[in-house]
């Protein structure tokens, strides 16, 4: 129904729950989104809550798929940012095929009201603001990983950008 109205279609996910994506929804998807907040296991668990496995056997099946990937990785200071974690992630998008696209983002608390309306625990409080990667960590990393020379565009998006979402 979207195409024929000539709609593109993006899955906005963080995989975990991608085995319950249906073959028909994901080839009714132009694009899907896909957000891996750590490569190392424990990380990824106290970040989440959850398990990291099934984020990346969702990735694996995008690829197998050839669904087309854009891959977003959150730096968040002292947590994230570690240089071992940035290259599981950048190698392990670089080994699929299909990331056509990686956004670094820069960790931020815009969301810290809702938890506090909420009255739930913001367990990031105290972690400082990322500087948006003015010093290109992460960027480097996904530009190198892959069979085929490097993920191409990276971009390091940073709390300050603005995009025009009219074209």
């Known amino acids: ?10 899955l906005d996910t963080s995989g975990f729950l991608g085995v319950r ?25 106290k970040v989440t809550g959850r398990p990291l496995r099934p984020t990346l056997d969702f ?5 197998d798929l050839g669904k087309e990937v854009h ?3 959150v730096l968040v200071p002292g947590l994230t ?8 992630v950048a190698a392990f998008a670089g080994s699929l ?5 990686v956004d ?6 815009l969301g810290e009201a809702k938890w506090q309306a909420l009255d739930m625990n913001f367990t990031l409080h105290d972690t400082p603001v990322a500087d948006g990667g003015a010093d ?9 990983a892959g069979t085929d020379g490097g993920l191409t565009p990276v971009d390091l998006v940073r709390p300050n950008d603005r995009y025009d979402i009219t074209g």
């Open 21 to 45: 994506a249906t073959d028909a929804l994901l080839r009714d998807a132009d694009l899907v989104l896909l957000d891996i907040k750590s490569w190392d296991r424990e990380t990824y668990r």
């Open 136 to 144: 290109g960590r992460g960027e480097g990393d996904f530009r190198g």
């Open 71 to 73: 891959l977003r990785f």
């Open 59 to 63: 990735a694996q099946r995008l690829a």
């Open 97 to 101: 095929g299909n990331v056509s696209r």
């Open 1 to 10: 129904m979207a195409h024929g109205a000539g709609l593109h279609t993006a």
């Open 104 to 109: 670094v983002l820069p960790f931020h608390k």
């Open 81 to 88: 940012d570690a240089r071992e974690n940035i290259e599981g």
